[in-house]
């Protein structure tokens, strides 16, 4: 598997992108967006990232959670859930990285036959080391792309 990344980070002042901290979480400035260009089935990446950092769609939040409390999930800024197979997938939700609780956004789009482009957007919590949870980040990708 051959896996090329990029990073940047934007620090251009206070904007709403939809990424809340989990439990009310103070966030320090910039948002971090990490990308991945992956040599594998748009397909093969989604299942992959939704299985390893627990992302759910409707279905699944309903089965877990119950109707009411499943769609006050959806109503929240810190989750999203849209797919189109075989096209781009775009999840949001919280996860732990490095024992750093952060909103994840990840976009996952098809680049061509056996190709895809991998995007994750989080904000920094307060007081976390931006290189370590980077770092984590990307072991976590490359591990769970096997």
């Known amino acids: 598997m051959s896996v090329s990344s990029g990073t940047t980070t934007d620090n251009s002042g206070p904007r709403s992108i ?5 439990n009310n979480a103070p966030y320090s400035e910039g948002r971090h967006v990490v990308s991945m260009a992956v040599n594998q089935d748009v397909d093969l990446v989604f ?29 929240d800024a810190g989750w999203r859930y849209e797919a189109t ?10 996860a732990t ?10 976009v996952i789009d098809k680049l061509g036959s ?3 482009a991998l995007t994750m957007t ?4 307060a007081g976390a080391n931006v ?3 980077e770092s984590a980040l990307k072991a976590r990708v490359k591990k769970a792309l096997g």
């Open 131 to 133: 290189s370590q949870l």
């Open 18 to 22: 939809g990424l809340g901290a989990p």
């Open 97 to 106: 990285v490095s024992g750093q609780d952060i909103v994840l956004d990840m």
């Open 47 to 75: 299942i992959r990232m939704k299985r390893e950092f627990g992302f759910q769609s409707p279905e699944e939040l309903r089965a877990a959670r119950g109707d009411l409390a499943s769609r006050m999930r959806m109503q």
């Open 85 to 94: 197979p075989g096209v781009t997938y775009h999840m949001r939700s919280d």
């Open 122 to 125: 989080y904000r920094n919590p």
């Open 114 to 116: 056996g190709k895809a």
